[in-house]
């Protein structure tokens, strides 16, 4: 019996973890806002172009994966006269208003170890620690969003996985076992955060770093007790090792 720390489904109704299959057994179909966020670079006057359906992640955000074999193109919006970076196989969704022209086309290993600018300054002392880069990984891919994924360890699986083993292990979590912002993020504190998506989205429109702003409708799992949504979160659990006993 071990005491770790993991990603899982909570309710932030009951105020604890699920497993697995409870979170699998009660889906349901949700409306949630579909942003692309550009994230302004450090060494060119470009942007990263990430996506999401949960923008209570940004203030969370401590990197970007993009997939080293896959051929991604710098565009520039003419009507908006700024440039950024987003996966080949996502131009033809992304170029709806025919507004894109293609500057450049790359591997994904090219943007690897670029450095960004953070939208929220929240955590900016770990940029000594390794964050607010760009890293690669084979999880991500085209067949929805940007072609690069926005990163906050503490709500999903794969960035915790991506980013403790580029030797950042720091998970930052804001958010209390209600769904509320901790003080840490002094702007959404005290707000669920299912409620503090627009207040996010209308930050970021003001930083007018908010590139394109949907609704998607998909299945998403809810609280099978509750019937409320889940979250994703990284929190300290009992565990036991059940490869150690199998054997026996």
């Known amino acids: 019996i071990y005491q770790g720390t993991k990603v899982m489904p909570f309710s932030t109704a009951l105020g604890t973890g699920l497993s697995n299959f409870e979170a699998g057994s009660n889906y349901q179909d949700v409306q949630d806002p579909s942003i692309i966020v550009l994230l ?5 006057d470009a942007y990263l172009a990430i996506w999401t359906t949960t923008p209570w992640t940004l203030p969370s955000n401590l990197g970007v994966c993009v997939n080293a074999n896959i051929t991604y193109l710098k565009v520039k919006d003419n009507a908006k006269n700024i440039e950024f970076y987003i996966a080949k196989n ?4 992304i170029n709806k208003k025919d507004a894109l022209d293609i500057i450049e086309e790359l ?4 943007l690897a170890g670029k450095s960004y600018e953070p939208l929220f300054s929240y955590f900016n002392n770990l940029r000594d620690e390794g964050a607010f880069q760009v890293y690669t990984d084979d999880f991500v891919t085209t067949e929805d969003g940007t072609g690069l994924v926005h990163m906050a360890p503490a709500f999903g699986e794969d960035d915790a996985r991506v980013m403790q083993q580029a030797g950042i292990s720091t998970l930052v ?35 007018e770093q908010l590139y394109d702003h949907s609704t998607l409708v998909h299945s998403y799992p809810f609280c099978p007790r509750s019937d409320t949504p889940l979250i994703y979160k990284a929190i300290p659990s009992w565990y036991v090792n059940v490869e150690s006993l199998k054997e026996r």
């Not at 591997?107 to 090219?110: A, E, F, I, S, V």
Request: glycine content about 4%; charged content about 30%; some cysteine.
């Open 173 to 207: 979590c804001p958010i209390d076992n209600q769904g509320h912002f901790t003080t840490e993020v002094s702007d959404f504190a005290h707000q669920h955060v299912k409620d503090a998506d627009k207040n996010i989205i209308k930050h970021i429109k003001a930083l």
């Open 40 to 44: 302004k670079l450090l060494d060119e």
């Open 107 to 110: 591997p994904g290993k090219q």
């Open 90 to 93: 996502r131009f033809e969704a």
